[in-house]
């Protein structure tokens, strides 16, 4: 009863998010549940230890006790599967902290499936996702993601509960360009009172205005936030912002005040994450030595173990020894004697048989070498004719992509200026081209410009059709936004390709 309210206080202390300070109450709690506890009873205990040294900033004990807690869940029929997927995020920010997003991010796929194979998905783990997917850059992902999280948002409604989710989907959505979805979010959590708006709201608002509304707007955001936060690494981002900001309207004055203002979050950042650094390299040399004296306790074990059984098998061998020199003297030694004699001769006997074997085998052997090397050389020979088709097919490759090159050339039916000119009026408005008008347009290009797919192929080496698609319009002097209404690739797509497109061009 004393372990499990103590258990219970740990649970209470963690949902109410006071921090932990010592791992001793919890490492008496597993250990009596180790031994006394059921399947459930373990799994919690383990979570709230990766709690307790998640908050000390032990992260490789924090590791070790979440991943001990996962093991039980999957080994036992009965386990709680709220726990167990708490455990996966648990996981998922560590690995996030320790900047190893690809872990990050197959851990809480794997809370993921646990969570929908039992219906316990919520916008909460989606968004978890999402965010894994962002450090990692990947920007489609990520924004599905976050449209799965404003649907169910959307059809739960927004409340206290779930504002900080939908404040960061906005953020998401705002960073990429997703304007219409930053709207709806925007919008959603307008509807809260002041007193309801989520911790993380003046962070992801300034995203929003600065990339939908107007920079002066984020401005007043940026300010608020560092004039509300208690958060050191908030502070920092918004006067870095502010300094940036002010400088830009040659408002060197209150550039300058931003700027020491910056100077002074730096300066506390460092000290907090030189302290978790000290705090980090600390927990992991103890961790380690931890390691060494389980494994030197085990060892010893391990000898104690080996030591004993030896001393009962030498005990029991000399007292059996002792016994049958005393009944059987005598008779037991001869019939022991006339036994080992008739074990030596079969035992010669298939010695002689598997010394013949052997000796056929050596023979087999040598027959299989020479056919080895008779296939050795025939395949040389068949390498070489191999070679040889492959230079001619390398060959018709090339005959075959300038035959149809000047076929797409001969068949265009307009002036390739002409089509040049119908495709940059057609840009200024929303059209998607369809394959026969991207057809005539590579071929008008290349009538134009002779030279400038050989120059894409020695630059490029190799290249998508898409990429390939935004270059022929770059050539002919579209801009991003005229690109964009062509092809209908999302802003952000396109500006990313001509950034790489120029650089590979002009290098």
């Given at each position: 009863?004393?372990?499990?309210?103590?258990?219970?206080?740990?649970?209470?202390?963690?949902?109410?998010?006071?921090?932990?300070?010592?791992?001793?109450?919890?490492?008496?709690?597993?250990?009596?549940?180790?031994?006394?506890?059921?399947?459930?009873?373990?799994?919690?205990?383990?979570?709230?230890?990766?709690?307790?040294?998640?908050?000390?900033?032990?992260?490789?004990?924090?590791?070790?006790?979440?991943?001990?807690?996962?093991?039980?869940?999957?080994?036992?029929?009965?386990?709680?599967?709220?726990?167990?997927?708490c455990a996966y995020s648990q996981l998922s920010f560590i690995y996030k902290q320790q900047l190893n997003y690809q872990e990050a991010l197959n851990i809480i796929l794997d809370g993921v499936a646990v969570a929908e194979k039992n219906g316990l998905e919520d916008e909460r783990l989606y968004m978890s996702v999402c965010h894994r997917y962002s450090d990692l850059n990947d920007t489609l992902l990520s924004i599905k993601y976050a449209n799965i999280v404003l649907q169910m948002i959307e059809k739960r409604g927004v409340s206290k509960n779930n504002a900080d989710i939908l404040s960061s989907a906005m953020g998401i959505f705002s960073a990429y360009g997703y304007k219409n979805n930053a709207d709806i979010c925007y919008k959603m959590l307008k509807q809260l009172p002041e007193t309801s708006m989520p911790f993380n709201y003046l962070t992801n608002l300034t995203y929003y205005l600065t990339n939908f509304v107007s920079i002066d707007s984020a401005a007043l955001a940026r300010l608020e936030l560092y004039?509300?936060?208690?958060?050191?690494?908030?502070?920092?981002?918004?006067?870095?912002?502010?300094?940036?900001?002010?400088?830009?309207?040659?408002?060197?004055?209150?550039?300058?005040?931003?700027?020491?203002?910056f100077m002074n979050a730096n300066n506390e950042l460092i000290e907090k994450r030189q302290f978790e650094h000290t705090t980090n390299a600390k927990n992991f040399f103890q961790y380690q030595r931890d390691k060494e004296e389980e494994l030197s306790i085990m060892q010893k074990a391990a000898q104690d173990r080996q030591n004993l059984t030896i001393t009962i098998a030498v005990s029991v061998i000399i007292l059996l020894s002792g016994v049958i020199f005393y009944f059987y003297r005598k008779k037991r030694l001869l019939d022991i004697i006339i036994s080992k004699e008739q074990s030596i001769k079969k035992v010669r006997s298939i010695i002689e048989e598997k010394e013949k074997e052997l000796a056929c085998g050596k023979k087999e052997l040598e027959q299989m070498e020479n056919k080895l090397g008779l296939l050795t050389t025939s395949n040389s020979r068949l390498a070489g004719q191999l070679h040889c088709a492959e230079k001619d097919f390398k060959m018709l490759v090339a005959q075959n992509r300038e035959l149809t090159k000047?076929?797409?050339?001969?068949?265009?039916?307009?002036?390739?200026?002409?089509?040049?000119?119908?495709?940059?009026?057609?840009?200024?408005?929303?059209?998607h081209l369809n394959d026969e008008e991207w057809k005539e347009l590579l071929g008008a290009v290349d009538k134009l410009y002779p030279e400038f797919t050989y120059e894409v192929q020695l630059k490029f080496k190799k290249i998508s059709e898409p990429m390939l698609r935004v270059c022929y319009l770059l050539k002919i002097g579209l801009s991003g936004p005229e690109i964009v209404n062509l092809t209908d690739y999302p802003r952000q797509t396109v500006w990313d390709r001509i950034k790489r497109i120029e650089k590979i061009m002009n290098s």
């Open positions: 009863m004393k372990n499990k309210l103590a258990l219970l206080d740990t649970r209470l202390r963690d949902k109410a998010y006071i921090m932990h300070t010592k791992d001793d109450s919890i490492k008496a709690i597993c250990s009596f549940f180790d031994k006394h506890g059921t399947a459930i009873e373990r799994q919690e205990a383990y979570y709230y230890m990766g709690s307790v040294y998640r908050d000390i900033n032990d992260y490789p004990n924090a590791v070790t006790s979440f991943l001990k807690s996962i093991s039980i869940s999957k080994k036992n029929e009965n386990f709680d599967v709220a726990i167990l997927n004039n509300t936060t208690d958060m050191v690494e908030s502070k920092y981002d918004a006067t870095r912002w502010l300094t940036h900001y002010y400088a830009h309207k040659k408002e060197y004055k209150e550039a300058t005040m931003w700027a020491i203002n000047l076929t797409l050339m001969n068949n265009i039916s307009e002036n390739a200026k002409d089509i040049v000119d119908k495709i940059k009026k057609t840009s200024q408005g929303k059209y």
